[in-house]
């Protein structure tokens, strides 16, 4: 039985020192040259650690732990391509779908790196059609409206991909992402498209996923109910999978099927035909932009000592937060309009990846594992959730995003955008005294000073991108990526499976009928209630409907 990482020496000089650790206003007092010997730059970003709690001795204990977890020789196994996807029997090589055309990879004796570019040329191919209005509708139209059916990870990098990157998009394309099994979506997204120029992108990894399934086939009876004939409905669908024979089951013809592979995971893939809808909308260079950028931070990730990589030093400063600091959540804040849907996708990377509580030796963990992360656009989070993170009693670290380029360029709004982001770091950190409220507002009452007062002492980091491009954006989502894997090496879990999601599956499969008769006799009596309870609603509903 392995020794669980808690019970190392290193874990518990780590905790002795985050037991001791000054607070941020006695370090930033103590070495007026901190900035410089907390922040890191690659790939054009610079990463700003200094506001968080941490230390010289405990940095350089942080990374005896990785080096210790074995991080090096586990990241290189991962980009070997071995199967570290254990549960799977899987490779992990979502860094081969952004390697530069020419290079070659080999796995299992296949070059996959020129399967991956044929790939790619099929979706330029497809996209400059499309773009070009040369890709035709049953009455001979061209496209102008795209529904991107899909979920998690075939839907969220996409849909956070095509608002981040919309200044590139062709304007007259409309571009609508269909992912809850609630018709509700579905039935919004069709409400004002046009059967004859609309194009449906299936996007499901394995084509069984019951909410893709279900809003693909009401596409389809849609533009079947608005006169497309059943022999030209091909002209309206492409789907995007590693289960091609499924696709083409569904009624997919085989050339309109982009395939991927299982070695990218689901949250690991919209850099794989899975962004076809990103291709769509900002056109194949874009798309292609985008993985140059992912394929800098991997080899960043690769190269760069542990003491200078992006990546490793963001893995290490969560583990450092939730297991020493015993800081369970992170907020993601980013302060660009553009990236509204980045604290989403996060979220699934993040806590579909290290939302485990088993060892790859199948123990149970005796430590928290992935943060619990949440996040809104700045400065709207300012005026929403911010007051828990400047006052509230529960700490919570937050990663603050920002761009300095002014590409809105409207007077008064970027310097604003900026100095509110920088002033919420800043408050978080060193707060505000009870003897400067006093010196403020004078000897009022305790009870009217210190709601006023600031605790400070709240770590966070900031990313701070020169420009928000498609590159840029590949190469953060990419340092994303990799934190999440160097800190799964350090937990000792697999970051690449998701069972988690499996049993809710097939509970919601039993329960499908919504008949509270049909259930198991050992269902439990709030399942049945619940049953109960829609049951005697459709009756009501019905006997109403007679007696109108
Ligand atoms: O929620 C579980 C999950 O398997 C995710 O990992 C995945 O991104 C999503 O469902 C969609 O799966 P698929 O692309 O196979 O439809």
């Not at 399967?115 to 773009?131: E, P």
């Not at 900002?282 to 960043?300: N, Q, S, Y």
């Not at 690769?302 to 937060?321: D, H, R, S, T, Y």
């Amino acid at each position: 039985m392995a020794i669980s990482v808690s019970r190392t020496p290193l874990w518990c000089l780590l905790q002795q020192r985050a037991n001791n650790m000054p607070s941020l206003k006695d370090l930033f007092q103590a070495d007026p040259q901190r900035f410089t010997h907390f922040s890191a730059s690659a790939c054009g970003m610079l990463l700003d650690y200094s506001k968080q709690r941490i230390d010289t001795t405990a940095k350089l204990n942080l990374l005896a732990l990785a080096r210790q977890q074995e991080v090096e020789s586990r990241r290189d196994a991962m980009l070997r391509g071995e199967a570290i996807n254990h549960t799977e029997n899987r490779a992990v090589l979502h860094t081969v779908l952004r390697l530069p055309r020419g290079e070659t990879f080999n796995l299992n004796g296949e070059n996959i790196a020129a399967d991956v570019h044929k790939v790619l040329a099929q979706m330029r191919s497809f996209s400059d059609a499309v773009r070009e209005g040369r890709w035709l509708g049953y009455t001979g139209k061209s496209i102008r409206t795209i529904v991107n059916i899909g979920i998690g990870g075939s839907d969220l990098g996409p849909q956070m991909a095509c608002i981040a990157l919309a200044p590139w998009s062709q304007k007259n394309l409309s571009l609508h992402f269909v992912s809850n099994v609630d018709g509700r979506h579905v039935a919004d997204a069709l409400a004002n498209a046009d059967p004859e120029t609309t194009l449906f992108v299936v996007a499901s990894k394995t084509f069984v996923t019951m909410e893709t399934l279900t809003n693909a086939r009401t596409a389809r009876e849609w533009m079947l109910a608005h006169g497309c004939p059943a022999e030209q409905i091909r002209q309206h669908f492409v789907a995007l999978s590693t289960n091609v024979e499924a696709a083409a089951e569904f009624g997919i013809a085989p050339e309109n099927v982009f395939p991927f592979w299982n070695w990218a995971g689901g949250r690991y893939s919209m850099w794989s035909a899975i962004g076809l809808s990103i291709a769509l909308y900002v056109g194949m260079d874009k798309f292609e932009e985008m993985l140059a950028g992912a394929h800098e931070m991997d080899l960043h990730f690769a190269q760069a000592p542990l003491e200078q990589n992006l990546p490793v030093l963001m893995a290490l400063i969560g583990v450092w937060n939730i297991n020493f600091l015993g800081l369970q959540a992170l907020s993601i804040a980013p302060y660009h309009q553009r990236m509204t849907r980045v604290p989403a996708y996060l979220q699934q990377l993040e806590m579909e990846s290290n939302g485990k509580s088993v060892t790859r030796e199948g123990q149970r963990v005796d430590y928290t594992t992935s943060p619990i992360l949440f996040g809104e656009a700045g400065t709207n989070g300012q005026h929403a959730y911010f007051q828990l993170l400047h006052q509230g009693a529960t700490i919570i670290p937050t990663d603050f995003i920002v761009v300095a380029e002014d590409d809105a360029g409207l007077p008064g709004h970027n310097k604003a955008l900026l100095a509110n982001c920088f002033a919420q770091s800043k408050a978080m950190a060193l707060g505000k005294s009870m003897q400067e409220v006093r010196a403020e507002l004078g000897d009022l009452p305790e009870k009217m000073l210190a709601p006023r007062v600031f605790e400070g002492n709240r770590p966070t980091s900031t990313l701070l991108l020169d420009s928000l491009t498609p590159r840029s954006l590949g190469a953060m989502i990419a340092l994303y990526e990799h934190k999440v894997f160097v800190q799964s090496v350090i937990w000792d879990i697999n970051a690449f499976d998701q069972w988690g999601v499996e049993l809710g599956k097939s509970l919601a499969q039993q329960l499908i009928s919504l008949d509270p008769d049909a259930v198991k006799e050992d269902y439990d009596s709030s399942t049945r209630g619940l049953l109960q309870a829609i049951r005697r609603r459709d009756k009501t509903t019905q006997i109403n409907k007679q007696l109108q």
